[in-house]
């Protein structure tokens, strides 16, 4: 009984160590157990201040991006507005384009023919003061010896270089006019064309040669072959546009023509004057502003001959055929003033 006893005293002794050394450790353990909820609260507060940098750049970032796609939705709609301008411009350029074909197509073109033949030399441009090139006296050479011109056959003008003067730019003028009828339901198309003959080898600075219109308050519209423009002076105010190189050789063709709109169009329409060279029309249209009731067709030349035709033959340029949509705007002018 009493080893029993002793035994059991033993094992209640131990056992109250034990607690009492789990009582000792919780001291520690709480301790420890602190340091590690310090430790937790120090990563939650150190995540907690990144988390408020990171929203504050992405707060940054997203005010940038909306800043952005507005400056982006701003410069769509301009070039938006811009390329809708452009489509509304075109789209009326077609729309004019397409009335006036419309109109062309809906109303034809009536060649007028005009017989015609050279009468007049210019008393402004001649051989020289004597004016030995006067069609009513012709005289067979130039009392100065300056280069003269011959009409032969009505059709032709022949001319013959210096002896011993210099050769100069002569005019000739048609005798038959072009005039604006007073009643008429077509467009209506005159038009001529002159055979070139180059005297000798072309010299850029010798030969010359000039066709075009003359009202008769000396209004002109004139293609300058050497200079390669279309001259329009009206009231001693001269437009000049420049075509392309215009390059012309032995036996080149130029024509000139003048279409009148129909008599209900002339309110709404103007008359123009276009030209051509072997057949195919050179450059644009030019608008006839005023003074444009008749015109008188005429030359200028210089070592150089030419052979016109009037309508009796047919013509190289297809008059059947004559469809022009594209006119001369101030825009195009290189050259413009007064005439002195």
């Known amino acids: 009984m009493t080893e029993e006893y002793s035994k059991l005293n033993i094992e209640l002794k131990q056992m109250m160590l034990s607690q009492l050394s789990d009582v000792l450790e919780l001291p520690n353990k709480f301790k420890n157990f602190q340091n590690e909820l310090n430790k ?36 769509i709609k301009t070039e938006n507005t811009k390329q809708i301008g452009i489509l509304k411009d075109l789209i009326n350029q077609k729309d004019e384009n397409v009335c006036f074909e419309t109109k062309q197509e809906q ?10 033949k050279w009468i007049e030399i210019g008393s402004d441009l001649n051989c020289c003061e004597k004016k030995c090139t006067d069609a009513k006296k012709p005289r067979v050479k130039c009392i100065e010896g300056n280069g003269f011109i011959k009409l032969i056959k009505n059709n032709e003008i022949k001319y013959i270089d210096c002896l011993h003067g210099c050769n100069k730019p002569i005019s000739v003028y ?15 198309l005159y038009y001529f064309e002159i055979k070139c003959k180059i005297q000798g080898e072309k010299n850029n600075d010798k030969n010359w040669l000039n066709i075009g ?10 293609l300058e072959v050497e200079a390669s423009t279309i001259c329009y002076n009206i009231k001693n105010n001269t437009k000049k546009f420049k075509l392309p190189t215009l390059s012309w050789k032995d036996e080149d063709v130029f024509g000139c023509g003048l279409v009148y709109p129909p008599t209900n169009k002339m309110n709404e329409e103007l008359p123009y004057v ?7 029309q050179i450059g644009k249209a030019i608008l006839v502003e005023d003074d444009f009731d008749s015109y008188r067709q005429y030359v200028i030349l210089k070592c150089c001959s030419l052979r016109a035709y009037f309508g009796k033959n047919h013509f190289v340029y297809d008059t059947t055929k004559h469809f022009i949509k594209e006119f001369y705007e101030d825009s195009d002018i290189y050259v413009s003033g007064i005439l002195f």
């Open 40 to 75: 937790e609260k120090d990563k939650t507060t150190s995540l907690e201040k990144e988390i408020k940098i990171l929203k504050t750049e992405m707060d940054e970032e997203i005010k940038e991006l909306k800043q952005n796609f507005k400056q982006m939705l701003d410069e």
């Open 107 to 116: 109303l034809s073109v009536c060649f007028q023919k005009v017989p015609n």
């Open 274 to 280: 276009f030209f051509t060279k072997n057949g195919k």
């Open 213 to 222: 219109l003359e009202s008769p308050n000396k209004n002109t519209i004139t």
């Open 174 to 188: 048609a005798e038959s006019v072009w005039t604006k009828e007073k009643e008429c339901v077509d467009y209506l």
